[in-house]
């Protein structure tokens, strides 16, 4: 079902992670997420007592990237204890790609498990960087992150390469509706993000720029 730019808000995870992000965008960002009620922000970690400040009370969601595909768990568990401090209230981890293309399924899930422990009874995706798997590695991906109790499996965090509609077509056919699923990378259109909610996205992580550039895009069609 097509949906309007108020509508696709309530689905975008509006991002800004970059290296160089400052706090003046940072505040931008949060300017824009509270006017358009984002469901989400992500931010520079250093801007955490700012945007906790900013965001109390409202109906924007706090969201923690608590590690990278090669962090070890004891950090990934660290970064969710700083981020409860700060009020965060989701958080989203990379599956451990050094294990899992290893096949040391074992040891994905241990790491899975204990941010799942962490986190708590807040809300964790698990990023399983789609760009870097085969089909086969989708759906075993899938498997593991749902054994270990995560709420969302997300496609990438952007930077191997696009997230793509066959990715959400082998994960939705993998998850078959048990947990949910947010698509993320490259994902610039209101033709691509109409297709992935046809196939079972409820959640968007784009770029604040990119997500007010598709709710004109879905007011104006």
Same mark, same amino acid.
């Given at each position: 079902?097509?949906?309007?730019g =108020?509508?696709?808000?309530?689905?975008? @995870?509006?991002?800004?992670i970059g290296?160089t992000?400052?706090?003046?965008? *940072?505040?931008?960002?949060?300017?824009?997420?509270?006017?358009?009620?984002?469901h $989400?922000?992500f931010t /520079?970690?250093?801007f955490?007592?700012?945007?906790?400040?900013?965001?109390?009370?409202?109906d924007?969601?706090?969201?923690?990237g608590? +590690?990278?595909? %090669?962090? /070890? *768990?004891?950090?990934?568990?660290?970064? %969710?204890?700083?981020?409860?401090?700060f009020? $965060?209230?989701?958080?989203?981890?990379?599956?451990?790609?050094?294990?899992?293309?290893? +096949?040391?399924?074992?040891e994905?899930?241990? @790491?899975i498990?204990?941010?799942?422990?962490?986190?708590?009874?807040?809300?964790?995706? $698990?990023?399983?960087?789609t760009?870097?798997?085969? @089909?086969?590695?989708?759906?075993? !991906? $899938?498997?593991?992150?749902?054994? +270990?109790? %995560?709420?969302?499996?997300?496609?990438a965090?952007?930077?191997?390469?696009?997230?793509?509609?066959?990715?959400?077509e082998?994960?939705?056919?993998?998850?078959? +509706?048990?947990?949910?699923?947010?698509?993320?990378?490259?994902?610039?259109?209101?033709?691509?993000?109409?297709?992935?909610?046809?196939?079972?996205?409820?959640?968007?992580?784009v770029?604040? =720029?990119?997500g007010?550039a598709?709710?004109? !895009?879905?007011d104006?069609?």
């Amino acid at each position: 079902m097509p949906v309007n730019g =108020k509508e696709f808000a309530r689905m975008l @995870d509006g991002t800004l992670i970059g290296s160089t992000s400052t706090l003046e965008e *940072t505040r931008e960002l949060l300017e824009l997420a509270l006017r358009y009620h984002f469901h $989400c922000v992500f931010t /520079p970690r250093p801007f955490y007592p700012q945007v906790s400040e900013i965001l109390r009370g409202s109906d924007v969601h706090f969201g923690c990237g608590c +590690g990278g595909a %090669v962090v /070890p *768990t004891a950090i990934k568990r660290l970064m %969710v204890a700083e981020g409860l401090e700060f009020g $965060c209230n989701e958080f989203d981890m990379v599956m451990n790609i050094p294990y899992f293309k290893s +096949g040391m399924d074992r040891e994905v899930l241990a @790491d899975i498990r204990a941010v799942r422990d962490a986190a708590g009874d807040h809300l964790l995706k $698990c990023i399983i960087e789609t760009p870097l798997l085969s @089909d086969k590695e989708i759906t075993r !991906a $899938c498997e593991l992150a749902i054994e +270990g109790g %995560v709420d969302f499996i997300k496609t990438a965090v952007g930077r191997e390469g696009p997230t793509t509609v066959h990715h959400i077509e082998v994960m939705s056919k993998a998850i078959r +509706g048990r947990v949910q699923m947010k698509a993320s990378g490259g994902i610039r259109t209101l033709e691509t993000v109409d297709r992935m909610i046809d196939l079972g996205v409820t959640r968007f992580g784009v770029s604040y =720029k990119s997500g007010l550039a598709i709710m004109e !895009a879905a007011d104006n069609r």
